[in-house]
């Protein structure tokens, strides 16, 4: 079976790797014969907690980001995404989004993934307006944002669809989460159909399974709870001309003890051994 996307098109969200964060992954990706990183540069809270002690922070002296980059080179491995957008509404948050930007471009990384805020309609316009200045700062440092699957203006392909005619801005895409389209979206049927509708916007993705279910937290291994069909997802992508980079991300499973990082670590094995055998990538 020939693969739809050679394996360097392949990343792992280091996220991935819960509270071992980021260095774990340097570490453990090149292993199973990948070697491109969506690198956290911000916390993350909630079922999934990953503390910013373990993520690459905006905080990071210049002594930590070189020392960063040099374990990156030595591990072999591309800092080809940064995940950092968030919170930009307020000013404490737009001035960090545009830190983390800084990063990003030192780290080399080429596209930020994130969240737009998720505001009422009245407040639409100001968010446009951050997002548009936040896109121009961006632009000149060489990076693109890619907006995630979530609640708010990239909930679904509707809401995308508006939102990119809106802002009509060649540095604000979409990253297209392959669970958060159920998760999400209450009554989802079809998430790949979602895909297509605005697969043109699509720069970056986060592939995640899921058992289609609204705000149900089962994020398995990449083909352990069977609700994305990847061969179809690749397909769609394939038809689009999609260009980008593809990130693995497992948060894990509602009410299951702590992993260990060997049990981590043997997710994410068995994620790309699954996009292997399905023809996603080679």
Known sequence: MAALFPIERLEIFTNCYGHFGVAAAIEHVPTIGVTALEVALKPHGGLLEIPESVV??????????????AKLAERGVRPTTANGLQRIM????????????????????????GSADNVPEEQRNALYDRLLQLADYAGERGITFALETHPGIAQNAEAIRRAMRDLNHPRIRINFDTA?????????QDGEAELERVAEYVVHLHLKDCRRGYHDWHFPA????????????????????????????LEGIKGEPELTLEERQARVARSVAYLRSVGFVG
């Open 222 to 249: 990449l083909g352990e709870a069977g609700g994305v069909d990847f061969t179809r997802v690749g397909s769609i992508l394939e038809s689009s001309g999609f260009q980008g980079q593809m990130s693995i991300e």
């Open 180 to 188: 958060n389209i159920y998760y999400h979206n209450e009554g989802m």
């Open 56 to 69: 690459a922070s905006e905080k990071m002296s210049a002594a930590a980001v070189a020392g960063l980059k």
């Open 90 to 113: 307020t000013a404490e948050g737009f001035e960090t989004s545009k830190a983390r930007i800084n990063l990003a471009q030192q780290l080399g990384t080429r596209v930020m993934t």
